[in-house]
């Protein structure tokens, strides 16, 4: 194994090999399907006991950096990490740290504008058909689960596919699941669901015309619509405050 592992400090023993391993990994020296050296060859190398390795291994493995197989070939393996689990993290870390409906709508108007810019130029015509069947499967489930879930995160999902970053999919894809959980608290109804679908439409509409500017509008009003559509749901306004929603309601 070409990375050089150091001997750890008492006082940070797992902590420490956690850092190594995981420099190793974003340095490329560690690749995906590499196995590490077994437990007792690897305790002695760092100079700790086999189970301060094995906490540093299950700090790995909630990184998703790390896969421990049993059996014969078993073993510690390098993994790649998956999508879903860093959006499940990210969206963990937005509820714990509850912030306010504003913090969303500045999020969403520093990047989904510009997604819809670029969707304007780049989206082809199968993707406006999957947006507008999006939405008429929307406008069908005025009162089922399906809006405030796939439906709604797929439409936006979409559009940062046609954009192709991954980065920004990360970012819409989280900030609209933490949404979803803020309008099932909420109790988003049908008016709701309109205005949403209405938003889609002329979103979409201005993408069939390749009017960037027209998509850009159409964005930065359907996000300020939705904001005030969640605050003017019954109760919205007692629920969500500027420092995010009441944790109390949470619980019920």
């Known amino acids: 194994m070409g ?3 150091e001997t750890v400090k008492p006082n940070r023993i797992s902590q420490n090999i956690v850092e190594q391993i995981r420099a190793a990994i974003l340095s ?14 690897f305790s002695k190398h760092f100079g700790v006991s086999k189970s301060s390795l094995r906490e540093a291994y299950r700090v790995l493995e909630a990184y998703d950096l790390l896969e421990i197989r049993q059996g014969m070939s078993g073993g510690a393996f390098i993994k790649e990490v998956d999508l879903t689990t860093v959006k499940d ?3 963990n870390y937005l509820f714990f740290q509850n912030p306010g409906l504003s913090e969303y709508t500045q999020v969403r108007m520093c990047i989904e504008p510009q997604v819809a810019r670029i969707c304007a130029e780049e989206a082809t015509q199968e993707d406006i058909e999957y947006l507008e069947n999006n939405i008429q499967a929307m406008e069908q489930e005025p009162e089922g689960e399906t809006f405030v879930s796939d439906l709604d995160i797929a ?4 559009l940062t596919d046609i954009a192709d970053n991954k980065i920004l999919s990360l970012v819409v894809e989280s900030v609209q699941t933490a949404l979803i959980n803020i309008k099932r608290i909420v109790h988003t109804d049908e008016k709701f669901l309109k205005m ?14 390749r009017d960037p500017e027209s998509a850009s509008a159409a964005m ?5 619509d939705v904001e005030q559509g969640m605050l003017a749901t019954k109760g919205g306004d007692m ?3 500027e ?4 944790k109390q309601n949470q619980e019920t």
Request: glycine content about 8%; hydrophobic content about 40%; aromatic content about 10%.
């Open 243 to 246: 420092k995010g929603l009441l």
């Open 89 to 91: 993290s990210f969206v």
């Open 155 to 158: 439409f936006h999902k979409k």
């Open 196 to 209: 949403v679908c209405d938003g889609h439409r002329k979103i979409v509409a201005s993408f069939r015309r």
């Open 28 to 41: 490329g020296e560690l690749k995906i399907g590499d196995q590490l050296p077994s437990e007792k060859e």
């Open 220 to 224: 930065i009003a359907h996000i300020n």
């Open 239 to 241: 629920i969500i405050t």
């Open 3 to 5: 990375f050089k592992f």
